[in-house]
């Protein structure tokens, strides 16, 4: 289940002699199918919004190959409880929520309140899955809810990498996704701190990643803006939400569960199929009594 439009893509350069990794993205129809398939409410949207964007700006970093992996796990004492993501060496992203309905007092701006629903006490995770054995993990407390400064704080503080990031997410009355996109600097060793400033000073003063999203700004105009004096181009791929469960997936879950549990959901059902929803995407699967009891069948082999 792959969703993808032709604005949706993310641009990897480097600028100052490669001692700067920079990232752009537009993620507006990303987000858009984020909304619709978990139904959030605005603040959500915003939060899962950026977690996913973050997701796929340090992906684009971290991962070498196209079937690596990077989990971002943020978990706060706010009302929304949990946001997972994942995104792919692909481009492709999916992600969850604890409680898409979660809601806190707008700003008193007007903007939304996303801190409000994430909570500022708790944690944020990110998993590296490349394939080997082992997984890398790296984990910081929450700095401020706002998911965009967590995540510096967590290239800060987890990978010694001093990075600016500026992610942003419209929604709409209507509670769809207008706008969504942004950027994330990485600041390598051996800049001046002349040019630390320079580029911390430049990222301060761009206008919100939503608003030159709303105007049309494209990613590679972005990183424009950031590096006046010209960067370099490294390459540009497209973005998509996609998941990978299937039917024959969760067959192979149910199996896994054993003969007992099998039938003891088989007694219980009574309803003329069961119904298993992946928690990513909110496809829901229906297996028939005469199904499920093949799959008991199966799993007594």
């Not at 939304?112 to 993990?137: I, K, P, W």
């Not at 496809?283 to 499920?292: D, K, L, Q, R, V």
Request: aromatic content about 6%; charged content about 20%; hydrophobic content about 35%.
């Amino acid at each position: 289940m792959m969703t993808t439009t032709n604005n949706d893509y993310l641009v990897r350069a480097t600028a100052l002699n490669e001692r700067v990794r920079a990232f752009a993205l537009n993620a507006t129809g990303v987000v858009n199918e984020l909304q619709r398939r978990h139904d959030t409410y605005p603040a959500v949207t915003a939060a899962l919004g950026r977690t996913a964007m973050g997701a796929l700006l340090l992906s684009a970093s971290a991962l070498k190959e196209e079937e690596h992996a990077l989990t971002v796990d943020v978990r706060g004492n706010g009302p929304v409880r949990r946001i997972l993501v994942t995104a792919n060496g692909r481009g492709e992203v999916r992600g969850f929520v604890g409680n898409p309905h979660a809601h806190a007092d707008h700003h008193a701006s007007g903007k939304l309140n996303v801190a409000g629903v994430v909570g500022t006490d708790g944690y944020v995770s990110v998993t590296r899955d490349l394939g080997m054995r082992e997984t890398y993990q790296g984990m910081v407390e929450l700095l401020s809810g706002e998911i965009g400064e967590d995540l510096a704080y967590y290239m800060y503080k987890s990978e010694q990498t001093p990075s600016a990031v500026g992610i942003g997410v419209f929604v709409n009355p209507d509670l769809t996704v207008d706008a969504a996109g942004g950027y994330m600097v990485q600041l390598l060793p051996g800049l001046s701190d002349e040019e630390i400033v320079e580029i911390e000073q430049r990222a301060a003063a761009l206008p919100h990643p939503t608003t030159m999203i709303r105007q049309g700004t494209t990613p590679e105009q972005i990183l424009e803006m950031l590096f006046p004096e010209g960067y370099t181009f490294g390459d540009r791929y497209p973005i998509s939400f996609n998941c990978p469960c299937s039917r024959q997936r969760f067959e192979g879950a149910i199996v896994s569960l054993g003969s007992d549990e099998i039938q003891r959901i088989i007694d219980e059902e009574d309803q003329p199929y069961t119904e298993v929803v992946c928690h990513f995407c909110n496809e829901a699967y229906h297996f028939s009594t005469i199904e499920m009891q093949g799959i008991l069948d199966r799993s007594r082999d």
